[in-house]
């Protein structure tokens, strides 16, 4: 099984590009996750921002993989434990499908791609950086993929 994130927004800052990497290599034997990074719509003086979120959400539909178990990541989501998320990870694994994660621009997901979503989880009811958003998520994913290896990185 393979896992991709997907989110919306460039040009990572150096150290979450560096944090990321990190989890990213930390991962590569348990799941291995690929980061895409989708284009955001052109936002701005005179430009509808519903257009933006369309734009968007078409990009990420023709991001995902043949036939993935889709989690949008969304606030009003499904709030995790760490150990919540280590279980939800073996569920996915049983599925034999690759994995999506979703992360959507600025206003959040396009009705398409809401719909498209297996599940949604929220990583808490803090707003924020959608680039930070990408850290946690992996990060996150390590943790259970590590407690499911019984491996000690996560310590309750």
Request: proline share 7%; charged share 25%.
């Amino acid at each position: 099984m393979k896992a991709r994130l997907i989110a919306t927004g460039e040009r990572a800052p150096g150290w979450v590009a560096q944090g990321f990497a990190e989890y990213q290599k930390r991962l590569s034997h348990w799941l291995p996750l690929e980061l895409v990074e989708i284009e955001p719509g052109l936002r701005g003086k005179g430009r509808d921002p519903k257009r933006a979120i369309e734009e968007e959400g078409k990009r990420v539909l023709a991001a995902l993989p043949k036939n993935p178990y889709v989690v949008a990541l969304d606030v009003p989501g499904r709030q995790l434990s760490s150990e919540q998320l280590a279980q939800r990870l073996e569920h996915w694994r049983s599925q034999g499908r690759d994995l999506a994660f979703l992360i959507g621009g600025p206003e959040g997901h396009a009705a398409e791609v809401s719909a498209t979503a297996d599940e949604t989880w929220s990583i808490g009811p803090l707003t924020l950086p959608h680039m930070l958003v990408r850290l946690v998520v992996a990060e996150q994913l390590y943790r259970a993929a590590a407690m499911i290896a019984n491996h000690p990185y996560h310590r309750a």
